[in-house]
């Protein structure tokens, strides 16, 4: 039995001494896998972190201001790619925010549009971001215009009538400027002053030779009147045919200009001819008269008198909008009205309001 017993007994060891190997190969798979699991977690869980962290890193980023300081920026080597996503994103919308123009169209006068035209000039100069288009055609063209909402300032050298208002109830009328009408001649004629009854008479076609005219003569020719006027469309024809021609019509042989240019160009080029424009126009080319009216007063078509009130034809120059005053439509308008607008009107030979 003993004999048998150790044999059992050593046996037993054997097999256990056989299976050892095997025993601790399958430990060491055991502790391999143990610690690649291990290692699996610790990598999803810094990975989680790092998730957050980005998370927590871009959102403040949409809800800061849309600018970022270089000295607050991180840098190349720090910053995460979540964190210079977010002010790439940053950057664009500050760019396209600062880049975006802002249009407004005017039409209108062509009495009103040399002091816009330089003022928007100016004004866009110094805002970038600032569009203004200015065009002419006649205060009717800028009153219909601005009625009709296809611009956003109309131009008028006239004031709006009645019916105007009651057909366009949200109209604001601005006055920009003052002015005077000259009636000019070409230079080769030697009239020193004319009458406003003279001028009416011209006007409606009573008066036709210059030699009818004392002191009047245009050497060289046959003293025939070419009478110059301006188109329907113009607030400077309304003007004058209500206050020098009384609401009477002009002769049909008055040839009609579209512009204040058109009518100084003419009567320079044409020696018999007369003229009316806006003081704004008058130059070396022409002859501007002054007025004899008023108990034997002569008045010159200067700004001085049309500022004191003296000269007969003046009147004020207006920009008309669709409401009140705003945007960019207003700040433009108050930039005319600032001293720095009302020198542009005394540079371009108009009468400021004050």
């Known amino acids: 039995m003993n004999i048998v017993y150790g044999e059992n007994q050593y046996t037993c060891h054997r097999e256990i001494a056989d299976r050892t190997p095997m025993i601790e190969k399958r430990s060491s798979i055991l502790i391999v896998a143990v610690s690649l699991i291990a290692v699996l977690m610790l990598a999803l869980a810094a990975g ?81 971001d600032a569009d ?51 009636v000019v001649v070409n230079p080769a004629n030697t ?14 076609g009573k008066i036709t030779k210059w030699s009818e005219i004392t002191g009047a003569d245009v050497p060289g020719t046959n003293n025939q009147i070419v009478v110059i006027g301006r188109d329907s469309a113009s607030g400077t024809r ?53 007025i004899w009216y008023n108990a034997n007063k002569i008045v010159a078509p200067t700004v001085d008198n049309v500022k004191s009130k003296t000269y007969p034809a003046s009147r004020d120059l207006y920009v008309i909008t669709n409401g009140q005053l705003s945007g960019l439509t207003g700040d433009f308008i108050n930039y005319i009205l600032s001293a720095d607008g009302q020198k542009i009107v005394a540079d371009e030979g108009y009468v400021t309001l004050s």
């Not at 809800?63 to 080597?77: G, K």
């Not at 008028?156 to 009538?161: D, G, H, I, M, N």
């Not at 604001?172 to 005077?180: E, F, I, K, L, W």
């Open 48 to 128: 989680c972190t790092a998730k957050d962290t980005s998370a927590g890193a871009t959102t403040p980023a949409a809800t800061t201001a849309p600018a970022v300081a270089a000295a607050d920026a991180p840098s190349a080597a720090s910053a995460t790619p979540a964190a210079a996503a977010a002010t790439a994103i940053v950057s664009r919308a500050a760019s396209a925010s600062t880049g975006q123009k802002q249009t407004i169209k005017i039409s209108g006068s062509t009495t009103v549009l040399p002091i816009v035209q330089k003022a928007a000039d100016q004004y866009m100069a110094a805002h970038p």
């Open 132 to 182: 203004i288009q200015v065009s002419g055609g006649g205060s009717g063209v800028g009153i219909q215009a601005i009625g009709a909402k296809t611009v956003d300032i109309g131009m008028t050298s006239r004031e709006v009538t009645k019916a105007e208002m009651a057909k366009y109830p949200a109209f604001v009328v601005t006055s920009v400027a003052q002015d005077g009408i000259a």
């Open 191 to 204: 009239i020193q002053y004319i009458t406003l009854d003279q001028i009416k008479n011209i006007y409606l």
């Open 238 to 290: 309304t003007y004058f045919d209500e206050t020098v021609l009384l609401k009477a019509t002009p002769t049909s042989k008055m040839l009609e200009k579209n512009s204040n240019g058109a009518v100084l160009q003419t009567v320079a080029q044409t020696p018999g001819s007369i003229g009316y424009v806006s003081i704004g126009f008058v130059s070396k080319d022409v002859n501007a008269l002054p």
